[in-house]
């Protein structure tokens, strides 16, 4: 079974996944072009938006307004890298769930796979639709307010003068353009290291009913299920030290730009298209958040149910050795198998209740600036 093909299909659109068909090489080489095209585009709207703040910025407003846009295209030009950089590691990681021991033996497993499979494939379906919602209100938005009076969809420092209209029309293109790929890298980073640890949650569930099925066999294959439990261990910290530093940038990034939506919010009036774009864009970042610290969690919580599992079974009728092996099953999944950031914050619900606190005590500080 292949696994996260709609996390795939969105890596294939953000030019960092060349469709497994393209073999022939004009096909490899036009897909290169491509993601270099689309390295260019975020790479040129960070920099002119990086200028911007560093040469025009001076109050606390122009901060906020030009800063949280900037924060969201630095971590997308930042996930491109560490998705083409890291290409086999994500291919070896899911093929490693289609082999031993990770692979279903029967219908059952099999089942279990395809059902948390499509679980990470409606989630990211819904949060595409929600992030690219937000992107078109904030496309119509620009173009019936800054388009009409030949304004930029974002404050900009250029090296050229665009006040011409064909190149107006060139610089307008080009950030909407790097706008729409921004929000697609970051959906398509967040779906696939949030499937994967998914994934991972469907593999302890499978373990969980190798654990029940264990009483019922003539001769009880304990052996591979230790040696099971004890992949899965491995298979989480390879997805930690590939991923822990994108992870832990994209909280920080987040925290910070749901702190300046917050402030660009209470400074906003009510029913107006700047404040439905701007509850949108915090909803896409209140759900980034969530998704990984929800994920992370759910693994935590699944990996301690083992040994729920292993004292609810008939293990009265194992022999000596088998038990042995249980107790060293149990001893093992007292320590919760966690996706962590940077090993300092852990992947869980306290964690995304800490970022609330810290982005609302960093709005806090951005009032009292103001009032100053």
Partial sequence: MTVLQPAFFLLTICGCWRPSMWTMRYKRVLYTLYTILVISFLHTFCISQ???????????????DSVYMFIANVLSCFKIITLLMNHNN????????????CKPRNH??????????????????????LVETTVLCMILSSIFTDFR?????YNAWLPFNYS????????????????????????????????????????VEILKHRLEELPMQVRPQIGDIVHFHNYLYGYVDTIQQKFRVIIGVQLVSSTLVVCFILYELSNTPLMTAKYLQFLLYMACMMTQIFFYCWYGNGLKLKSVQVVDTISEMDWTRLDNSTKKSLIMIMRRAMNPIELSSTYVFTMDLNTFVSILKMSYSTYNLLQRKKQM
Avoid: W
């Fill in 50 to 64: 990086f200028l911007n703040v560093i040469l025009n910025v001076e109050t606390a407003d122009e901060l906020s």
């Fill in 164 to 203: 011409s209209r064909r190149l107006y029309y060139v610089v307008y293109g080009h950030q909407i353009i790097a706008l729409i790929g921004t929000s697609l890298l970051n959906v398509a980073c967040d779906v696939v290291i949030c499937g994967l640890c998914v994934h991972s949650c469907s593999q």
């Fill in 90 to 101: 994500i291919e070896m990681l899911c093929k490693k769930l289609n082999r031993k021991p």
């Fill in 108 to 129: 059952e497993e099999a089942k279990i796979q395809r059902s948390f499979d499509n679980r990470i494939g409606s989630v990211t379906i819904y949060y595409t639709a």
């Fill in 149 to 153: 009076h030949k304004k930029l969809a």
